[in-house]
T-cell receptor, first 115, second 116 residues
């Protein structure tokens, strides 16, 4: 079984600054994917960034980047130049390659960007 | 391209009743999965449907059941509702891409169920 742990229930950051959200996971699988999803008050889960475990290069998507440490089973999200619209609940999620669409989510981190 | 739509957005039921939630998948997607998100928690996988058949199930009792239709839309049915079933139910659709890319899920905005 897979588990995903987010140890920061809440975080806050000033607009334009950088913040890092932490995520660790546990699995015996070798082929898997990792994701960060954002859930604003509108409730819709929005994909922020994804990482294939077989790729050593860290994924980057505009202001969002990850630090993927496979041996340590760590997958942190860095948000640069934080914007007010980044305020949301952020979920780290894990998917085994052969599982179809089965995601295992962490408990989430509520990020607040202050003006 | 239309996204994932869910209905109803909110509903209130009483213990012991039955509920049906509906989901229209994104155009071109043939896989639908359902998640239960209790207040303040991360979503939990209920099950997924591929080509009208259940193709994976999480740790949920049989009173949670589903259907997928030929147009890939889906229903989630919950019988004998319990208070703990109160949650946001999220539907997600995807198209399996194999190792060339992770199965990227597109989520709907959810159906908020309150059981009294």
């Amino acid at each position: 079984a897979q588990t995903v742990t987010q140890s920061q229930p809440e975080m806050s950051v000033q607009e334009a600054e950088t913040v890092t959200l932490s995520c660790t996971y546990d699995t015996s699988e070798n082929n898997y994917y990792l994701f960060w999803y954002k859930q604003p008050p509108s409730r819709q889960m929005i994909l922020v960034i994804r990482q294939e475990a077989y790729k050593q290069q860290n994924a980057t998507e505009n202001r969002f980047s990850v630090n993927f440490q496979k041996a340590a089973k760590s997958f942190s999200l860095k948000i640069s130049d934080s914007q007010l619209g980044d305020t949301a609940m952020y979920f780290c999620a894990f998917m085994v390659e052969t599982s179809g669409s089965r995601l295992t989510f962490g408990e989430g981190t509520q990020l607040t960007v202050n003006p | 391209e239309t996204g994932v739509t869910q209905s109803p957005t909110h509903l209130i039921k009483t213990r012991g009743q039955q509920v049906t939630l509906r989901c229209s998948s994104q155009s071109g997607h043939n896989t639908v999965s359902w998640y239960q998100q209790a207040l303040g928690q991360g979503p939990q996988f209920i099950f997924q449907y591929y080509r009208e058949e259940e193709n994976g199930r999480g740790n949920f009792p049989p009173r949670f059941s589903g259907l997928q239709f030929p147009n890939y839309s889906s229903e989630l049915n919950v019988n004998a509702l319990e208070l703990d079933d109160s949650a946001l139910y999220l539907c997600a659709s995807s198209f399996p891409t194999g190792r060339s890319g992770a199965n990227v899920l597109t989520f709907g905005a959810g159906s908020r169920l309150t059981v009294l």
